[in-house]
């Protein structure tokens, strides 16, 4: 069964404004990865945040994760028209797979 | 130093027929996973390999698939008889599994196979 679930499903902002998008989980997690997937084409990996870290950021990201509620967050600022994509979270889960969220597709309008 | 490399991107084959997916991990990486993805849905784990080894398969179906990784040269994702619901993309990932970049996967573009 999938581990991670996105929310929300789809997401249209203006440009210039923040994007925000919600994980949640149900099992315990060694780490949390957000990926980026540009239509049609592969993953590329955002950041990863251990399982005890509360606050990762890079560049124009920031993610959260808070154990206690099995939820993680994902805080775009100043999006772009190149942030359009399709947004995933995926847990790691002991040292092998990880186990991805249906995505959260997210579209700048300019 | 390449990122991960899959082949070929596209495929098409006909009911019946085999696929052969191929993934060379990047430099340095020995720890390869197989992902499917279905037109707008998220990736699922298939299987976990090192050299010469399966370590989970437990995202296998348990007929017509089957993966490798040898001791040279790429790992191969082989699966027989192919059905219209075999119809995916097909995405590789590496990991180093050691330093500071352990658990963190590098996905190859992906093989599209479609079934006709």
């Known amino acids: 069964s999938q581990q991670g679930e996105e929310d929300p499903q789809a997401l249209s902002i203006q440009e210039g404004e923040n994007a925000t998008m919600n994980c949640s989980y149900k099992t315990s997690i060694n780490n949390l990865q957000w990926y980026r997937q540009n239509s049609g084409r592969g993953l590329v990996h955002l950041i990863l945040i251990r399982s005890n870290e509360r606050e990762k950021h890079s560049g124009r990201l920031r993610v959260t994760l808070d154990t206690s509620k099995k939820s993680s967050s994902l805080l775009i600022t100043a999006s772009r028209a190149a942030d359009t994509a399709s947004y995933f979270c995926?847990?790691?889960?002991?040292?092998?797979?990880?186990?991805f969220g249906q995505g959260t597709r997210l579209t700048i309008n300019p | 130093n390449a990122g991960v490399m899959q082949n070929p991107r596209h495929l098409v084959r006909r009911r019946g027929q085999e696929a052969r997916l191929r993934c060379s991990p990047m430099?340095?990486?020995?720890?390869v996973y197989w992902y499917r993805q279905l037109p707008e849905e998220g990736l699922k784990f298939m299987v976990y390999?090192?050299?010469?080894?399966?370590?989970?398969e437990s995202g296998m179906p348990k007929e017509r698939f089957s993966a490798e990784f040898p001791k040279e040269g790429p790992s191969i994702l082989r699966i027989q008889q192919v059905v219209r619901g075999d119809s995916a993309a097909y995405f590789c990932?590496?990991?180093?599994?050691?330093?500071?970049?352990?658990?963190?996967?590098?996905f190859g573009p992906g093989t599209r196979l479609t079934v006709l």
């Open positions: 430099k340095g990486h020995s720890h």
């Open positions: 990932a590496s990991s180093p599994r050691q330093g500071a970049f352990a658990d963190t996967q590098y």
């Open positions: 390999l090192q050299k010469e080894n399966i370590i989970d």
């Open positions: 995926a847990t790691g889960q002991g040292a092998q797979k990880l186990v």
